[in-house]
């Protein structure tokens, strides 16, 4: 016999409420209670339709990964390049990059949270990039298959950067980034 079914109005207060939370007070101010409390509704019901925080946290940002418009195709890779890059530096920069670098550093040490959040966070930005990559190869303007190995040469740095905070991600790195990767993907 299934359990009783969600509550669509109370999966919606449960993001929203974690976004604003992320927003007040940070990633470690995210709690089942908090929420709970945010939104008046009982841990037990958040707890029934999210086994923990980071189920909470992936679903609320797979959703508005969701939402987020596709990007315009230009008929450039380097310009559609540039603003793929450009857009996820500008989310990099706030509570999503600092969310990000806690639920990768969560998921190394969960075997099992990790493929929830490839598959349900970090999988749409892969998808982009790989759309990117396969209109362009289209066009004929790459000397490299738009595949997983050319998607990580170009994400490799951008997480490499985030988790470390080795150096910014800030608009004029996502404009020399797109120049040294165009170069090197179009063979030039």
């Not at 289209?138 to 994400?155: A, C, M, N, Y």
Request: hydrophobic content about 40%.
């Amino acid at each position: 016999m299934p359990g009783r079914p969600y509550n669509p109005a109370h999966t919606e207060a449960a993001r929203a409420a974690v976004f604003d939370l992320l927003e007040e007070r940070g990633y470690e101010a995210i709690s089942m209670e908090a929420v709970a409390e945010r939104t008046g509704i009982s841990k037990q019901a958040l707890y029934r339709r999210w086994k923990h925080k980071r189920a909470l946290i992936v679903d609320a940002f797979a959703e508005k990964a969701d939402l987020l418009p596709d990007l315009p195709d230009t008929g450039n890779f380097e310009r559609d390049l540039r603003a793929l890059l450009r857009a996820t530096f500008a989310l990099l920069n706030g509570p999503c990059g600092v969310t990000n670098r806690a639920l990768v550093a969560e998921a190394l040490q969960d075997p099992e949270f990790l493929p929830e959040l490839r598959e349900r966070h970090l999988s749409r930005r892969r998808q982009q990039l790989r759309t990117v990559l396969e209109r362009a190869s289209r066009r004929g303007e790459l000397k490299v298959p738009p595949d997983d190995t050319t998607v990580d040469l170009i994400l490799g740095p951008v997480w490499y950067r985030l988790l470390l905070q080795n150096a910014p991600l800030d608009t004029s790195t996502a404009d020399d980034f797109t120049d040294r990767l165009s170069r090197l993907l179009r063979g030039s």
